[in-house]
């Protein structure tokens, strides 16, 4: 095919170690655009070559690059839940309170 371009030449004929990012998409879980919009946004692997508008990664480095936004995505999860915790008890303390002070209000009348 004469619309190959190679941007890391050093993966020529290792075709079993590239993925198309359709690939990417299929064993992450997620659409096309997902990827894509990864690719846009975030330091995900640098194409090795494309084909027409087929863009081809390095495996291992897309599965390299999926474990670790996997982990920080649990840490993120994390980090909010015991946020949302924290503000849970908060209010717990001052709907006690509150409930305390209404009951005190009605005894006196």
């Given at each position: 095919?004469?619309?190959?371009?190679?941007?890391?030449?050093?993966?020529?004929?290792?075709?079993?170690?590239?993925?198309?990012?359709?690939?990417?998409?299929?064993f992450?879980?997620?659409?096309?655009?997902?990827?894509?919009?990864?690719?846009?946004?975030?330091?995900?692997?640098?194409?090795?070559?494309?084909?027409?508008?087929t863009?081809w990664?390095?495996?291992?480095?897309?599965?390299?690059?999926?474990?670790?936004?996997?982990?920080q995505?649990?840490?993120?999860?994390?980090t909010?839940?015991?946020?949302l915790?924290?503000?849970?008890?908060?209010q717990?303390?001052?709907?006690?309170t509150?409930r305390?002070?209404?009951?005190e209000?009605?005894?006196?009348?």
């Amino acid at each position: 095919m004469s619309d190959i371009t190679w941007h890391r030449p050093e993966f020529q004929g290792k075709d079993d170690q590239l993925v198309s990012l359709a690939g990417v998409a299929v064993f992450a879980g997620v659409t096309r655009a997902a990827v894509s919009n990864w690719r846009k946004r975030h330091d995900f692997p640098k194409p090795v070559m494309t084909a027409g508008r087929t863009v081809w990664v390095v495996r291992s480095e897309a599965e390299t690059w999926l474990a670790s936004r996997s982990t920080q995505s649990a840490t993120d999860t994390e980090t909010k839940r015991a946020a949302l915790e924290a503000r849970e008890a908060r209010q717990a303390i001052a709907l006690a309170t509150t409930r305390k002070k209404l009951r005190e209000l009605r005894q006196q009348h």
